[in-house]
C-alpha cells in the first residue's frame, strides 16, 4: 500500500514538474542556442540563450508548437529598433532566425558602401579594435569591428569580414510595410537577413521572443548532450551576459 502510494505522489510530482516547465517555457523565456556566426561579435556558436516571450505578447510562434489560432498577437508590445530578437521568417516559418531589429514599420533601409542608412540618414559608425577569429588549423584571421549607434540612442558592435565591399554591402532602398520589421546579422558579410529575397522584412506575427541573456556558452565542437565534456568545453566569461 504504501508503495502504491509512494509512486502515486511521484507520478504527481513528476506531472506538476513538467506543467510548470511547459508553462514557463511557453509564457515566459523559451531557451535557444546559437547555430551560425551571423551575429558575431555579440553571439558566438554555441551559445545557449534565454529568449523572453513575454517582451512581445503571444503569437503563433510564441508557444512549442504552432497555433494558428493566435496570428494576431496578445498582450503585444511591439520590438524596438536594436533588439536582439528570434523569430520566423514567412517562407521558413518552421525554422527559429536569430537578428537585431534595424527598421521598423514604414523606414526605408539601405546599405551604401558597406553604411547603413535609415531614412536617408547615414548611420554613425566608429571603427574600434579588430575582431580576431582562430581557425581549426592556428590560423588567426583579423576583420574590420565598429560601434553602430542607431537613431534611438542603442550602440552595440557589428563586423565587417569583407570590408565594405560585400555582396550585401550595397542594396536598393527597402521600405518596411506596416506591422513588419528589417532584422539584420551583426556579421553584416555573413547574414541571411531581411537584405535577401529569402527573409525580407518580418511581420510582427512570426516574432518568438526577445534574446536577453546567455545562460552558459560551449566550444561548438562538443554537443550539448556530451555532458561529461562539459568541463573542458565551457566558456566561463559569457556566462549570465546581457545580450546587447
Known amino acids: 500500500m504504501n508503495d502504491k502510494l509512494g509512486i502515486g505522489e511521484t507520478l504527481k510530482t513528476l506531472f506538476y514538474a513538467a506543467l ?61 529598433r536594436g533588439d536582439v530578437a528570434v523569430f520566423r521568417p514567412s517562407r521558413y516559418p518552421d525554422t527559429n532566425y536569430i537578428k537585431r531589429v534595424i527598421g521598423l514599420p514604414n523606414d526605408r533601409i539601405q546599405m551604401k558602401e558597406g553604411r547603413l542608412f535609415i ?37 552595440h558592435t557589428i563586423i565587417e569580414k569583407d570590408g565594405d565591399v560585400g555582396a550585401l554591402d550595397n542594396t536598393k532602398e527597402f521600405i518596411v510595410p506596416e506591422g513588419h520589421y528589417f532584422m539584420m546579422g551583426d556579421n553584416r558579410d555573413r547574414s541571411q537577413d531581411s537584405r535577401t529575397e529569402e527573409i525580407t522584412s518580418v511581420p510582427f506575427a ?5 534574446a536577453k541573456v546567455i545562460a552558459f556558452s560551449t566550444h561548438s565542437n562538443v554537443p550539448l548532450w556530451q555532458f561529461w565534456r562539459w568541463p573542458f568545453a565551457l566558456r566561463g566569461d559569457r556566462f549570465a551576459q546581457t545580450i546587447e
Do not use: W
Open 20 to 80: 510548470v516547465a511547459v508553462t514557463f517555457r511557453t509564457l515566459c523565456y523559451e531557451p535557444f542556442n546559437i547555430p551560425s556566426e551571423s551575429m558575431l561579435p555579440n553571439l558566438v556558436i554555441g551559445d545557449y540563450l534565454f529568449v523572453s516571450k513575454v517582451s512581445y505578447g503571444y503569437g503563433q510562434f510564441s508557444a512549442p508548437l504552432p497555433i494558428k489560432a493566435l496570428e494576431n498577437r496578445v498582450f503585444a508590445t511591439e520590438p524596438q
Open 119 to 155: 531614412n536617408g540618414v547615414l548611420v554613425r559608425r566608429e571603427a574600434t579594435t579588430p575582431f580576431t577569429q582562430t581557425q581549426y588549423d592556428g590560423t588567426v584571421l583579423s576583420f574590420d569591428r565598429y560601434k553602430e549607434t542607431l537613431p534611438n540612442g542603442v550602440v
Open 206 to 210: 512570426n516574432f518568438v521572443g526577445h
